[in-house]
């Protein structure tokens, strides 16, 4: 069964985007091998904001060389014939999504849909690098909301060029 994982940039106070989304702040240290971090995914998951956000960047919305699933109950698939949308059951769409073949899916963007896959028990691993910059304010890495959910650590860097430091939990089940 294919993993999904939450893996994203995270300010050290907690922030996942700066205000009004802005991500200015996120350094790319030279020793991390983004290439190998692409290669562990062929199909990326994001909610409508963050979809939005990817189309404003001129990608159109969706991530080239993998397939593009955007959790929306306003967008129309007609409107997007490049990726897959699921309005409705996100939890039975997410099931069958994961026990299709293929590499692990990654779990991009906002904390939002983070919250909402985390509450069904659908998160894998969360996979944090900490960016050493203080926000003040922004989207945080997990909105408020109800359970508490515990991690196991799995891996831990520090890359010393930028202070970042990368963090590899593994969700426990209840």
């Not at 562990?40 to 939005?52: A, I, K, S, W, Y």
């Not at 050493?132 to 909105?143: A, E, I, N, R, T």
Request: with cysteine.
């Amino acid at each position: 069964m294919r993993k999904i994982c939450y893996s994203v940039a995270m300010s050290f106070d907690g922030f996942v985007a700066g205000p009004n989304g802005k991500a200015d702040w996120i350094v790319m240290d030279p020793e991390i091998d983004f290439g190998a971090i692409f290669a562990r995914f062929d199909t990326v998951l994001m909610g409508r904001r963050t979809f939005e956000v990817t189309q404003a960047q001129g990608q159109g919305g969706a991530m080239p060389g993998v397939t593009s699933v955007v959790v929306s109950r306003t967008l129309r698939p007609q409107d997007h014939p490049d990726i897959t949308i699921i309005g409705d059951d996100l939890g039975g769409a997410l099931t069958q999504l994961r026990s299709a073949p293929g590499k692990d899916i990654w779990l991009f963007g906002g904390g939002t849909l983070f919250r909402s896959v985390l509450n069904l028990g659908l998160v894998d691993t969360v996979e944090v690098a900490v960016i050493p910059v203080l926000l003040g304010s922004g989207v945080p890495l997990l909105p408020p909301g109800e359970g508490r959910t515990r991690l196991r650590l799995l891996n831990s860097k520090a890359y010393k060029a930028t202070g970042t430091v990368m963090l590899e939990y593994a969700v426990e089940r209840s």
